[in-house]
């Protein structure tokens, strides 16, 4: 039996294939995966090819691709009616449980980001993060850097470098690998003022959407990050997690400890029953509202360099990632 994540990669392909009129090979498909917002390479897309074919839901063609049948037709149709609300969180959770970072050892996945960036605009893009991260618009200063070709089942697309950040959900899952149970609520945009976050300007719930709210907020060129840093106030991303109120002391203690292995960017613990940042907050819980990675990438693209990101997009082994 495969696993959740797998299935919705399956799902995803005949969707892909399913909307062309004809065969389609696997590395269109890897194209359109990444353009969805999923880090996989042809590799990962012939594995998940063979088991289409084996269930019957798909027909290879030779080396021209596939297609889809029409028993794949009535699977497709089934999956995207049960499928519809809950993909963002259901990715998030999944993730959240592969992160098993220890902070007593130094090893374990963290759950990163991936931004593809044009090989010529590398230098520059690059500048620009280190920049961003030096004035604390990140949760870690490490990054991974992925080439065409690796090992790593991350897709890279021609003429391209893909840059792993750390992404803020990594917090929840070192709060669920020791013991605090969490729930990730919203991203938001953070309003600014005098270098301090002053309350949430927009918030869009992790539940019912497919489309991280991350991301819309990128898409709407929202931020103001590098005009944050420079002046003190501006527009940066956030999101926001939930966990009793019991608990508040013990997430305390794990996110100051992380702190050590250049994990931060908590800006509270909020009190409970209590909005943080005028963001609702349920009885018995406490929120904890958490300056989001993606923030040194936002920053790219305001300086005019076009970037690809897909933010919560898997996990890395985070002794591999370096400081810029």
């Not at 027909?59 to 029409?70: A, D, M, P, V, W």
């Not at 070709?149 to 840059?163: C, E, Q, R, S, W």
């Not at 991280?212 to 501006?234: C, E, V, W």
């Amino acid at each position: 039996m495969t696993d959740l994540n797998v299935e919705r990669k399956l799902v995803e392909i005949m969707r892909i294939i399913s909307e062309s009129d004809k065969p389609v090979g696997t590395r269109l498909i890897a194209d359109e995966l990444h353009n969805r917002g999923y880090a996989i390479g042809e590799r990962g897309v012939r594995y998940h090819l063979r088991i289409l074919d084996e269930r019957g839901f798909t027909k290879k063609h030779g080396y021209i691709g596939r297609t889809i049948t029409e028993r794949g037709k009535k699977e497709l149709s089934d999956a995207l009616i049960s499928d519809r609300f809950g993909f963002v969180i259901t990715k998030i959770e999944e993730l959240m449980y592969k992160a098993n970072y220890d902070m007593e050892s130094g090893k374990g996945n963290v759950i990163v980001n991936i931004t593809n960036i044009d090989k010529d605009d590398y230098d520059n893009a690059t500048d620009i993060i280190r920049y961003a991260m030096d004035h604390g618009a990140s949760i870690s200063p490490r990054v991974g850097i992925i080439e065409e070709d690796t090992d790593l089942d991350i897709y890279v697309p021609d003429g391209k470098v893909a840059m792993a950040t750390v992404c803020s959900i990594t917090f929840d899952g070192l709060l669920l690998k020791n013991g605090v149970p969490v729930v990730p609520v919203y991203g938001g945009l953070m309003q600014m003022e005098d270098y301090k976050p002053t309350g949430f300007l927009d918030l869009i719930s992790y539940s019912g959407t497919s489309i991280d709210p991350i991301k819309i907020f990128l898409r709407r060129k929202s931020t103001s990050i590098l005009q944050a840093i420079d002046t003190g106030n501006g527009k940066m991303l956030a999101n926001l997690r939930q966990i009793p109120a019991s608990a508040a002391q013990r997430a305390a203690e794990i996110m100051e400890m992380a702190k050590k292995d250049d994990i931060s960017g908590h800006i509270t613990i909020g009190e409970s029953d209590e909005d943080v940042f005028y963001a609702p907050i349920e009885r018995g819980k406490v929120g904890i509202p958490v300056m989001v990675g993606i923030n040194s990438v936002a920053a790219v693209e305001e300086a005019g360099i076009n970037v690809e990101t897909n933010p919560v997009a898997t996990v890395m082994e985070y002794s591999k990632m370096k400081k810029l």
